[in-house]
């Protein structure tokens, strides 16, 4: 598969119906439980907003062969890779 800004964009609103979802269950959503074990902690508070391609890029590392890099604002997605619709 080719991945292209109209793919990254259909999975993007994939993921956010998935975020809408969690969100609308609350405390009995597999990510809140997930976040409380690993936090250890039942004062969670999950900020749920949808994400947009606008911060995302692509970039071609043939050098350190990785599938993605990000700074926390940023990610740059290697083309290099071969994606499918699962990864």
């Known amino acids: 598969m080719m991945l292209t800004r109209y793919k990254l964009n259909k999975q993007l609103n994939n993921i956010n ?3 809408m979802k969690q969100k609308k269950q ?3 959503s597999k990510l809140y439980k997930c976040a409380r074990e690993i936090c250890r902690n039942n004062n969670i508070n999950i900020k ?7 911060n995302i890029y692509f ?8 599938w993605a890099e990000t700074d926390g604002e940023n990610i740059w997605i290697n083309t290099l890779k071969k994606y499918n ?3």
Do not use: R, T, W
């Open 17 to 19: 119906k998935y975020f």
């Open 26 to 28: 609350g405390k009995k």
């Open 48 to 54: 749920y907003k949808e994400k947009n391609s606008d």
């Open 59 to 66: 970039i071609y590392d043939s050098v350190n062969k990785h």
């Open 85 to 87: 619709e699962e990864i």
